[in-house]
């Protein structure tokens, strides 16, 4: 069965140094976005992104926060100058066609921000 | 936007017993997910179900969309069933979590 896969599991960083979180959703998907969870607090919506543009983002995904499709199968979250408060599990989704299909997670990525 | 609330916060079982969690929304919703998170921070896909009931193994769960609920029933709980247990929902393109239900099943 075709799955979300991530890279890398666990990645520690420096507060200020730049970090990209990797995603490769299932081939034919088409909408893909991320998410997050601080520890012990619930899932958080980032953004969607959809024909190589954002289509939805939430208050969190400020300037510090970009996305790119850079190839046919990869998606990626860049975040330029890490705080201690991303300290996070990223998880990346995808589905076929957008709202209301079912959104398919991969395993996430934990952040720790040192 | 949409809010989503799970109830109860916390449950704990024996192994053996049945359980219903709950999730509420407060406006229609064309897309709802059950998620289990395991002990490694993994989002394992439950059901997706706008409406109506499905059942795989001992889960299933039942949305009534009309009445802005949706619930999931676990019997014969095992110790493995331990987790969180997340619903979310959406009217848009964003899914919209509750706080979740910390379920412990005990041997």
């Known amino acids: 069965e075709p799955e979300v896969t991530q890279t890398p599991s666990h990645q520690v960083t420096q507060m200020g140094q730049e970090v990209i979180l990797r995603c490769v959703p299932i081939?034919?998907?088409?909408?893909f976005y991320w998410y997050r969870q601080i520890l012990g607090q619930k899932v958080e919506f980032l953004v969607s992104f959809y024909n190589n543009e954002i289509s939805e983002k939430s208050e969190i995904f400020d300037d510090q926060f970009s996305v790119e499709r850079p190839d046919g199968s990869n998606f990626t979250l860049k975040i330029r100058s890490t705080k201690l408060e991303d300290s996070a599990m990223y998880f990346c989704?995808?589905?076929?066609?957008?709202?209301?299909?079912?959104?398919?997670f991969g395993p996430g990525t934990r952040l720790t921000v040192t | 936007g949409i809010q989503v609330e799970q109830s109860p916060p916390d449950l704990i079982l024996q192994e053996g017993a049945n359980s219903t969690l709950r999730c509420n929304f407060s406006d229609s919703v064309n897309n709802l997910q059950w998620f289990h998170q395991n002990p490694w921070g993994q989002l394992i896909n439950l059901f997706y179900i706008p409406s109506g009931t499905k059942q795989n193994g001992r889960l299933s769960a039942t949305t009534v969309a009309t009445e802005r609920y949706s619930l999931l029933y676990i019997s014969s709980s095992q110790t493995t069933d331990s987790g969180v247990y997340f619903c979310a929902a959406t009217s848009g393109s964003r899914l919209t979590f509750g706080e979740g239900t910390q379920l412990t099943v005990n041997p």
């Open positions: 081939s034919n998907h088409l909408y």
């Open positions: 989704a995808s589905n076929l066609a957008g709202f209301p299909y079912e959104q398919y």
